[in-house]
């Protein structure tokens, strides 16, 4: 069966390092990957997609690589904040099928 | 704002009782979907709608869930004698069209049934 993992449930770091969040699938070929964010009592909110063909996307603080041989994605927001602290979920999508399929998420602490 | 609104934001049921959860979407989106999400877990995919047509309802856990969109706007996801185990989050989210990608959540009705 299908399953997403996302490397720790927490993850606790100090502010202005590099927090790495790590997406791993078995058994899916995704079209595409997505990285949300999800604060408490709230839905998630879109950062970014990459696609199979990529290899990297950046947006201002944020990078996400995506490696279809190792069936993983990296997520990376440099120079963090504590207004980063959040869960970070990855989603998986496939071409035909318009629904996302969900890791459990990562909760990121960033430590003044 | 424009984004995509939930009610009621909580609701508290008996088991065995009727719920029903509104979802309204961003005004013109084409794709709706209604995701279940249980404590510290991602969310789960439900049904899926483009405009009033329920394209997939693959995701829906029993015969006790019922979703419609009949006028491809406002969405109600309906449970039928509800159980303990229905207790989550359901979030609904919406696209502008049918092959974009990236959806827009709202911020979810949170169920608890005693």
């Known amino acids: 069966s299908q399953k997403i993992e996302q490397n720790s449930e927490a993850l606790n770091i100090q502010e202005g390092k590099t927090a790495t969040l790590t997406c791993n699938y078995t058994?899916?070929?995704?079209?595409?990957l997505q990285w949300y964010r999800q604060d408490p009592g709230r839905g998630p909110v879109f950062l970014l997609l990459i696609r199979e063909n990529e290899k990297e996307k950046r947006k201002e603080r944020l990078k996400v690589t995506f490696d279809t041989t190792l069936k993983q994605s990296l997520f990376h927001i440099t120079a963090s904040q504590p207004a980063d602290s959040a869960t970070y979920l990855c989603a998986l999508g496939s071409g035909s099928a318009r629904q996302l399929t969900f890791g459990s998420g990562t909760q990121l602490t960033v430590l003044p | 704002g424009a984004g995509v609104s939930q009610s009621p934001r909580y609701k508290v049921a008996k088991r065995g009782q009727d719920v029903a959860l509104r979802c309204d979407p961003i005004?013109?989106?084409?794709?709706l979907f209604w995701y279940q999400q249980a404590l510290g877990q991602g969310p789960e995919f439900l049904t899926y709608?483009?405009?009033?047509?329920?394209?997939?309802k693959s995701g829906l856990p029993s015969d006790r869930f019922f979703a419609e969109r009949p006028e491809g706007s406002v969405s109600t996801l309906k449970i039928q004698r509800t159980q303990q185990e229905d207790s989550a989050v359901y979030l609904c989210a919406s696209s502008l069209e049918a092959a974009q990608e990236t959806q827009y959540f709202g911020p979810g009705t949170r169920l608890l049934v005693l």
């Open positions: 005004s013109g989106h084409v794709s």
């Open positions: 058994n899916y070929s995704p079209a595409y």
């Open positions: 709608f483009q405009n009033e047509a329920q394209l997939d």
